[in-house]
Antibody, heavy 121, light 109 residues
Framework: QVQLVQSGAEVREPGASVKVSCKVS????????MHWVRQAPGKGLEFMGGFHPEDGEAIYAQNFQGRVTVTEDTSTDTTYMELRSLSSDDTAVYYC??????????????WGQGTLVTVSS | SYVLTQPPSVSVAPGQTARVTCGGNNIGSETVHWYQQKPGQAPVLVVYDDTDRPSGIPERFSGSNSGNTATLTISRVEAGDEADYYCQVWDSGSDHPVVFGGGTKMTVL
């Protein structure tokens, strides 16, 4: 079974950046494709970016292009999501999620516990 | 980009059957996944590949997908099923590769 443990809550000022981590156990990163999804207070789920299940290349939702970067460290089985130029609209819970299969019909099988990022001056 | 449309809310009495719909253009040709999210918790996959259940998910949860509508059906609804439910597809190659529906809040009366 995959377990995903995320880093703790963060508070940032507008204009700053935040980097959230997600540590994988039970499997190695090379066996998974990892993704990031956020949820603003009282709102639905929003895909940000991740790694394409077929070729492993980073993919991003257009809403976040140029502002978000997802990376992986296979030596520690940890994936990261960095979001830049934060505004109050970025206040949300950020989730990492994993897929165990290698096609673009894959579900997001397992989810981290979420990391609250608060953007406030 | 591909759009998935869900009703904002559904209500059902305990013991009855709940149906949560997810509309999309020719969604029957897509592979649909469903997630349950309870307040303050991370989403949990409850149905994948239109109709399959992950290990540990009760048989009361089932899915179907045809034409322009995918449906999550929850039989013999229990109070513990009260949650938000989201459908999801891949729209590979588009500017929104992973698409979620807006979510449906299911209330158990």
């Amino acid at each position: 079974q995959v377990q995903l443990v995320q880093s703790g809550a963060e508070v940032r000022e507008p204009g700053a950046s935040v980097k959230v981590s997600c540590k994988v156990s039970g499997y190695t990163l090379t066996e998974l494709s990892m993704h990031w999804v956020r949820q603003a207070p009282g709102k639905g789920l929003e895909f940000m970016g991740g790694f394409h299940p077929e070729d492993g290349e980073a993919i991003y939702a257009q809403n976040f292009q140029g502002r978000v970067t997802v990376t992986e460290d296979t030596s520690t089985d940890t994936t990261y999501m960095e979001l830049r130029s934060l505004s109050s609209d970025d206040t949300a819970v950020y989730y990492c999620a994993s897929s165990l299969c290698y096609t673009t019909s894959c579900p997001l099988d397992y989810w981290g516990q979420g990391t609250l990022v608060t953007v406030s001056s | 980009s591909y759009v998935l449309t869900q009703p904002p809310s559904v209500s059902v009495a305990p013991g009855q059957t709940a149906r949560v719909t997810c509309g999309g253009n020719n969604i029957g040709s897509e592979t649909v996944h469903w997630y349950q999210q309870k307040p303050g918790q991370a989403p949990v996959l409850v149905v994948y590949d239109d109709t399959d259940r992950p290990s540990g998910i009760p048989e009361r949860f089932s899915g179907s997908n045809s034409g322009n509508t995918a449906t999550l059906t929850i039989s013999r609804v229990e109070a513990g099923d009260e949650a938000d439910y989201y459908c999801q597809v891949w729209d590979s190659g588009s500017d929104h590769p992973v698409v979620f529906g807006g979510g449906t809040k299911m209330t158990v009366l």
